[in-house]
């Protein structure tokens, strides 16, 4: 009876114990897949702002069990949601000067988010003859250089900018010559913030500030040559000339002679619209010429890289470019090809997806790791959004 008894005691402590063993099992087996399908929501949360359909989040869990979170991201990224919502307030700050992501959706913005869709080298951005508009058979008015009714209506009916915007050459929808395009500087909405009377050194400072994520207080260098700072900037305001050489020298050293750049174009206010006149330096590149009778003239559209040399070489200028050149196109591609230029889309990017800015080491050693894949894979900017995402899915 004894014998019996034992035996019952270890036969129930061995069941017990396979039970235990198969449970705790199935709790870790299914706790990963749990872990797995909040990584696979999260990650299209923060990619397309919405929560996916069950399907669509079995295969993104699918992906990510499999080791494969970067399909995933790519998953998220094909929801509409991702274009119409997270790139279009992705972009628009970029397109005005107070930096409001509430502005309608324009030209430039819709550009933007056409060429992340496509996979259009993103350094491209400041240069190509490229503009994005809707399909030609949407009941939308046609695009205008005068007004922005074309992509008001696209945004009021609530179009999927994922199928309808498509790609056309700037050129052959305004009246700038093709060399004359410089991809986002040169479309309506760019014109109208940034060209809008003043001096045009607004273009330069907000591409400098949106595309390079460089103020000019950050990139001030008393160090270079003031010899092409014009005619309206006193050398010696308020009477004392030590303001100039060890404040204003500093940016406008730099600055006036890349905004040099732009010395052709104007916006007029009351045509509502962009003007270029081709070999004619533009009546603001002379204001307030007495102030400094001694200053530049600006005789026509050519640009120098002052920066090249200094500390702003630390932005690290493409060195199989002149670092010179004629209009807004050539300066685009010396902006957009900078090192400063690539990180600066991958901290853009990162600040969306993960909603935050990068805040320790290893997220800066993150940073560098998806601004060498962006370069690697041709600037395309769904390679930085997927890496960025995967990244952050876990915080």
């Known amino acids: 009876m004894c014998l019996t008894k034992k035996h019952s005691s270890t036969s129930a402590a061995v069941i017990t114990g396979i039970s235990l063993l198969l449970y705790l099992l199935y709790a870790t087996a299914t706790a990963a897949g749990e872990l797995e399908r909040r990584q696979a929501k999260r990650l299209h949360d923060r990619l397309a702002g919405i929560p996916p359909a069950n399907t669509i989040l079995d295969d993104m869990e699918a992906n990510i069990i499999a080791g494969n979170a970067l399909a995933a991201a790519q998953t998220a990224m094909n929801n509409s949601a991702f274009y119409n919502v997270t790139l279009k307030n992705f972009a628009t700050p970029w397109s005005n000067r107070d930096q409001n992501l509430f502005e309608p959706l324009n030209d430039y913005t819709a550009t933007i988010i056409g060429m992340i869709r496509d996979g259009i080298p993103f350094n491209e951005v400041l240069s190509a003859d490229l503009l994005y508009m809707g399909n030609p058979s949407l009941p939308v008015p046609s695009y205008s250089m005068t007004d922005n009714a074309h992509y008001e209506a696209l ?12 790609p056309v050459a700037q050129s052959a929808v305004t009246d700038l010559p093709s060399t004359a395009t410089a991809g986002v500087m040169t ?14 050194r607004a273009m330069f400072r907000f591409t ?13 260098d008393i160090t270079r040559s003031p010899d092409r700072i014009r005619q309206d900037i006193s050398r010696s305001p308020g009477g004392d000339s030590r303001i100039f050489l060890n404040s204003c020298v500093g940016c406008h050293s730099g600055m006036d002679p890349m905004a040099q750049a732009f010395a052709y174009y104007n916006y007029d206010e009351n ?7 081709g070999n004619i330096v533009q009546p603001k590149y ?25 500390q702003n070489a630390l932005l690290g200028w493409d060195q199989g470019l002149a ?26 990017v990162f600040r969306t997806v993960c909603l935050r800015e990068p805040g320790n080491s ?22 930085a959004f997927a890496e960025a995402a995967v990244y952050c899915m876990g915080n």
């Open 323 to 348: 670092g010179s050149g004629n209009g807004a196109k050539s300066l685009g591609l010396e902006l957009a090809n900078s090192d400063a230029f690539a990180r600066c889309q991958v901290k853009k």
């Open 187 to 200: 479309t309506r909405a760019a014109a109208k913030a940034f060209f809008i009377a003043g001096t045009n």
């Open 155 to 166: 945004e009021s009916q609530g179009v999927d900018l994922q199928t309808a915007l498509v």
């Open 286 to 310: 002379f204001i307030n010429a007495n102030t400094f009778k001694y200053g530049y003239i600006t005789p026509d559209d050519r640009w120098d890289n002052y920066w090249r040399q200094g």
């Open 362 to 383: 290893s997220d800066r050693s993150q940073i560098d790791t998806i601004t060498a894949s962006f370069k690697a894979d041709n600037y395309n900017m769904k390679t």
């Open 271 to 277: 045509a509502g619209r962009i003007r270029y006149t």
């Open 208 to 220: 400098l500030l949106n595309h390079l994520c460089n103020d000019l207080e950050q990139v001030k």
